[in-house]
């Protein structure tokens, strides 16, 4: 019977084991229906949800049924406990010009006031504004100290907010299929007022190790000064994971023992770092610069960043070295991020650091986080797949493919197949490519009448390729019928052949006396010719692609030719 008990304990234990490293994390991402709805928008937030939950612990919860830029704050942080409540979020990303609440900090000395992002984390807390100033000023901890969920503004300059925010989902699209190159490799720079940080005091050597072992750039250690410019270079041409700058500064500039860094140079880099960690006043203060904010920069631009934390009034980022323990653990940033916040966010922490008797209620961190929360140090982007195996992925989950040759250009879309013929699929671009090309694809996995196809696709030529040829094909065997199982070639480039029964613009009929007939009842296989005049009469042969349309609820198969000089008489 103990036997048994110990059993049932070891079972329990490894479920439970099991059950946490399967655990996925249920994020919100907030977006306003007007910016998701404008042009391109709404296709890149999809790719980026496909992305996100195929490499990430994530379920990632699309919130764009509302004009959130018009919410107050206290509705964003009513909406935020709903999720919270209703749906157990972990996380929320708030896309766009969400609202944010100000805080006045009256620390020791200080009167500091800004960007109170843990009024969208600490759910069971209250903030008041005991003056009518504007600012909230005194925060009761709730029944649960510290913070519900962890908040990242994808926040871009709102000079130009559509295309920013595109541009961005761009970037981060291309750092999910490895088309952004970058080392793991961290650079920690201190301005001579914190070099004590460096090895002593913070210790960020020290932190960072564990991540990267030696591979440590240091800018600014003893008797060696931190010049703007060579900083710049630096990242341009070293390309860090994480970069972790210690040093003055304000909401659109860093000052170095040497000169400045602007947020305009920052958003102009072709290098810089994945992850930046900002200990700097006012770096992520966005309401004193909507459009040109410093840890703004270094998400949006032409570097290579990610993400970006740092703090709202006078001081840095203390504690960021929570976030590179649970990156350790292999957590994502966003919940890397929350890590830091638990700790840091208590009554006892604050005394900790301030001193027994410092009111707790009247004190904040001012810190944020943004950009892109789904991020991991030391991170490798998946490898290309075979064609056949990402057919076999569910819908809504991201695609990476290479290798494959380009069979049909029809405008909005293009046709691949795999070199042996044993695979092929319709790819949906805006950049489409010639026949005959070697390319490698992105998008996300989608059902369009029963025919597997990637969405929001990406399509890069990578040279030219021996054409393919078609399969010789009797109508019957076409796949895409309702019901009707076979050998998988939606997708393939097909010949068939047989007479012309029926006709109409943009399509006839050839029938190969195999029994097929289409969702009116007419007679072979319907042929799709776009533009091209169909002939009347006679016998033909076709090549094309075997693909699918749906009526009456039913698929039918048909084929899809690409020019008039796939529709020959025959013999």
């Not at 293009?414 to 489409?432: F, H, L, M, W």
Request: with cysteine.
């Amino acid at each position: 019977m103990k036997i048994f008990a110990k059993a049932c304990i070891f079972v329990a234990i490894v479920m439970l084991l099991v059950s946490a490293a399967c655990a996925v994390d249920n994020v919100a991402f907030i977006i306003d229906s007007g910016l998701y709805n404008s042009s391109g928008v709404a296709d890149k937030v999809l790719r980026y949800k496909a992305e996100v939950e195929t490499q990430f612990p994530v379920n990632l919860i699309i919130c764009n049924e509302a004009q959130f830029e018009s919410y107050k704050p206290a509705q964003i942080r009513s909406y935020l406990i709903d999720l919270y409540n209703n749906r157990g979020i972990k996380g929320a990303v708030l896309c766009g010009q969400i609202a944010y609440a100000l805080w006045r900090n009256y620390a020791p000395g200080v009167d500091d006031k800004g960007i109170n992002s843990f009024y969208y984390e600490d759910l069971d807390g209250t903030f008041t504004d005991t003056n009518a100033d504007g600012y909230d000023d005194l925060h009761n901890w709730g029944a649960h100290v510290g913070p519900e969920i962890w908040v990242c503004w994808m926040r871009p300059p709102a000079n130009d907010q559509v295309n920013q925010l595109k541009a961005f989902l761009d970037k981060t699209h291309k750092y999910y299929t490895g088309q952004i190159t970058f080392n793991h490799r961290a650079l920690v720079a201190a301005h001579g007022d914190y070099d004590g940080n460096i090895r002593d005091g913070f210790r960020m050597v020290e932190r960072l190790q564990p991540l990267y072992g030696s591979n440590i750039d240091i800018d600014g250690e003893g008797a060696d000064i931190v010049v703007a410019s060579e900083q710049v270079s630096m990242l341009n041409a070293n390309r860090y994971e994480i970069y972790d700058p210690m040093g003055h500064a304000s909401s659109t500039l860093q000052q170095w023992d040497s000169g400045y860094v602007y947020a305009s140079t920052i958003k102009a880099l072709t290098g810089g770092s994945i992850m930046t960690f900002i200990y700097g006043c006012h770096s992520a203060a966005f309401n004193e610069s909507p459009s040109g904010n410093l840890a703004q920069a270094y998400c949006f631009g032409s570097s290579i960043g990610q993400a970006a934390s740092g703090t709202s009034w006078n001081y840095g980022t203390e504690g960021k070295w929570y976030i590179y323990e649970e990156l350790n653990r292999g957590s994502y940033l966003g919940k890397s991020w929350m890590n830091m916040e638990i700790i840091k966010n208590t009554p006892q922490y604050m005394k900790d650091r301030y001193g027994q008797t410092f009111d707790t209620d009247r004190h904040l961190w001012g810190d944020s986080l943004l950009g892109n929360p789904f991020v991991y140090s030391n991170y490798n982007p998946p490898s290309p797949s075979s064609l056949a195996s990402i057919k076999s992925l569910p819908d809504g989950k991201s695609a990476l493919i290479t290798g494959v040759v380009t069979t049909a250009n029809f405008g909005d879309c293009v046709y691949v197949e795999q070199p042996d013929r044993t695979c092929g699929i319709k790819v949906q671009v805006s950049n489409a490519i010639a026949l005959n090309r070697q390319a490698k694809i992105s998008g996300v996995l989608a059902t369009e009448n029963g025919e597997r196809v990637i969405k929001y696709g990406e399509i890069t030529d990578l040279g030219a390729a021996s054409p393919i040829k078609p399969f010789v094909m009797v109508g019957r065997d076409l796949k895409g019928r309702t019901g009707v199982s076979g050998t998988e070639n939606l997708g393939l480039l097909v010949k068939i052949a047989g007479n012309v029964t029926a006709s109409g613009t943009d399509w006839f009929m050839l029938d190969d006396g195999s029994g097929l007939r289409d969702g009116l009842g007419k007679r072979g296989v319907k042929v799709i010719c776009k533009g091209i005049t169909p002939p009347t009469s006679g016998f033909y042969a076709v090549t094309g692609i075997s693909t699918t349309e749906s009526y009456g609820g039913r698929n039918y198969p048909v084929v899809r030719v690409r020019s008039s000089s796939d529709i020959k008489p025959y013999p």
